[in-house]
């Protein structure tokens, strides 16, 4: 199991940029892709970014490719999600989970607020 910590959230304005992070303990971190999701009030979970054990293979979700890049310090046991040109309906509660190979997201984070302002 892996238990994981978000962090970076905020208020900013449409425009603007934020860095989110996760942070992992517990089993070999390295070894787990990572995905990024995020939930606004009202609407289902979606998929946001993932990335592969090694960083070298990225996926994203068409409303944000482009917009956002994540990335992995696995000597850090860290994951980023780095969010440019933010929108107003990025607004939502973004959660990391990891994900063994061959497996399914089965460990996630508390989730972080992040509010885009129009």
């Known amino acids: 199991q892996v238990q994981l910590v978000e962090s970076g959230g905020g208020l900013v304005q449409a425009g603007g940029s934020l860095r989110l992070s996760c942070a992992a303990s517990g089993r070999t971190f390295s070894i787990y892709a990572v995905g990024w999701f995020r939930q606004a009030p009202g609407k289902e979970r979606e998929f946001v970014a993932r990335?592969?054990?090694?960083?070298?293979?990225?996926y994203y979700a068409d409303s944000v490719k482009g917009r956002f890049t994540v990335s992995r310090n696995n000597a850090k046991n860290t994951v980023y999600l780095q969010m440019n040109s933010l929108k107003p309906e990025d607004t939502a509660v973004y959660y990391c989970?990891?994900?063994?190979?061959?497996?399914?997201?089965?460990?996630w984070g508390q989730g972080t607020q992040v509010t885009v302002s129009s």
């Open positions: 990335t592969s054990w090694s960083g070298g293979i990225t």
């Open positions: 989970a990891a994900k063994p190979a061959g497996g399914d997201y089965n460990d």
